[in-house]
């Protein structure tokens, strides 16, 4: 965990997002796999996710797309970035990287651009680590984006998983500032390797760990040990937001926006009750749009900023945990 240091501040210039257009809603899920509306919304909150059109959309369209709104918002073109940095974890391919293709796409030519592989918590990942980027010197504006297509890695014919992800990527330019309180003022990067498999999504039947073995969904899916990452994930939200409130001596009522992965609303709201959180303060969207992992943060990010909610000289908080495990969060100055 960090804290901000030097004379370079960071601003966010603009912020963009991007969703496909079809819905996937509980009842279309309820003529695939059993299981109801009630059901799901009882258990996670979800009512619907948006589910890409893979002849079309895909995690690099997405996060093209969401950085295209960015730059627009921000009053730039892809040619004034220097680095483009996708927190994504359903790359089309390995090879290039989706930071690459985005980069030729919006015309950052001759930019630097690298892909973060932390699941659901790469978009914190990737503005805490441009935050450090500009901070040093070394870059002025970069282009940060997160999103997933999960329904190109979800087995439709399992209900555990199916009902929880959906498609969308978030994106934000970060320029360097004159004012050095401005950006990320507290940051933490966090994970435990030991517990991979809650949550991995194996291509080879050799990366099946034994107690695994008998599991149903079929290989290149994601695959989730529920009961552990729900586990996993109240005790981490709690801890990671308690440790920046102390870090940064603020209290919730500091905060504009508490902007959280959606992963689940009652691992939200757990956190919620037991921090002291207000209802107010901490912006749900997983309703509309179920778990985007990577893109989950990102959207959150764009909606709540034009919607006013992120005012200027009031710090908002952004708080993520996915896969790996892995967990980042952030306090920013904006």
């Known amino acids: 965990m960090t804290r901000a240091s030097g004379a370079i501040g960071v601003r966010i210039a603009g912020t963009g997002s991007a969703v496909p257009e079809r819905r996937l809603t509980n009842d279309d899920l309820a003529k695939m796999v059993d299981t109801n509306d009630e059901w799901i919304v009882q258990r996670t909150g979800i009512r619907e996710r948006r589910v890409c059109d893979p002849s079309r959309e895909g995690t690099f369209t997405l996060n093209r797309d969401a950085l295209k709104n960015a730059l627009d918002a921000s009053g730039m073109k892809g040619s004034d970035l220097d680095l483009i940095i996708v927190g994504t974890c359903t790359q089309e391919m390995s090879c290039p990287s989706v930071a690459c293709r985005v980069a030729g796409e919006v015309g950052a030519v001759g930019a630097g651009a690298f892909d973060v592989v932390a699941a659901c918590s790469g978009f914190v990942y990737s503005m805490n680590v441009a935050d450090s980027l500009i901070r040093s010197g070394r870059f002025k504006r970069i282009g940060v984006c997160g999103g997933d297509a999960m329904s190109s890695v979800i087995d439709y014919q399992e209900r555990s998983v199916s009902i929880l992800f ?24 966090g994970s435990d390797g030991r517990d991979w498999s809650g949550l991995y999504l194996p291509r ?6 034994e107690a695994d073995r008998d599991n149903p969904i079929r290989l290149g899916c994601l695959r989730m040990n529920g009961r552990e990452v729900f ?3 109240v005790n981490r939200f709690r801890q990671v937001i308690e440790e920046a409130l102390e870090a940064t001596k603020l209290t919730p009522d500091d905060l504009s926006q508490v902007i959280c992965h959606q992963s689940n609303i009652r691992i939200i709201e757990s956190a919620m009750e037991k921090i002291g959180l207000p209802k107010d303060k901490v912006f749900v969207n997983i309703d509309r749009f179920g778990n985007s992992s990577a893109g ?4 959150c990010l764009d909606q709540v900023w034009r919607a006013g909610k992120v005012p200027a000289g009031k710090p908002m908080m952004m708080v993520a945990f996915g896969g790996g495990m892995t967990w980042a969060s952030g306090v920013w100055n904006v």
């Open 166 to 189: 959906g498609d969308a990527a978030g994106a934000a330019v970060l320029v360097a500032d004159e004012n050095p309180d401005r950006g990320c003022v507290y940051q933490q990067l």
């Open 204 to 209: 080879r039947a050799q990366e099946v760990p």
């Open 231 to 233: 586990k996993f994930a």
């Open 296 to 299: 989950s943060v990102g959207l």
